[in-house]
């Protein structure tokens, strides 16, 4: 007996190199296929992440649009009704007397024997 080391001889025979060249097929497949798995994983980490961008940018300017078009409503809603008090204007216009009453109170037109004094709007201060 040899005290250290130890060391077993390998065979050289048929089925051994069979059996190597086996082994060495095996190893090589476990390779290609360890190498398509990761080449899949990037793609599909690609794939997610431009999907999740677009996603995220799409939610943005989906929430832009919706306070665009509140705006517009709200914006549309006041234009109606100072259409409706310019129309209800333009019906009082046509009505004389409210014509000269608004000739006396704007530009101080009197009627014949009338005095306009005017009257200042705030109240003086002691």
Do not use: C, W
Request: net charge positive.
């Amino acid at each position: 007996m040899t005290t250290g080391k130890q060391s077993v001889r390998k065979l050289d025979s048929n089925y051994m190199q069979q059996y190597d060249a086996y082994v060495e097929r095996q190893n090589r497949k476990k390779r290609r296929l360890i190498r398509r798995l990761v080449l899949f994983g990037v793609i599909t980490l690609v794939i997610l992440g431009g999907m999740t961008t677009y996603h995220i940018q799409q939610r943005s300017l989906h929430a832009e649009k919706t306070d665009e078009y509140e705006n517009l409503q709200a914006e549309l809603a006041d234009l109606k009704k100072e259409q409706k008090n310019l129309k209800q204007e333009t019906e009082r216009l046509k009505n004389e007397d409210y014509v000269l009453e608004i000739a006396r109170t704007n530009y101080f037109l009197s009627k014949e024997g009338e005095l306009i004094f005017k009257v200042p709007d705030k109240e003086p201060s002691y």
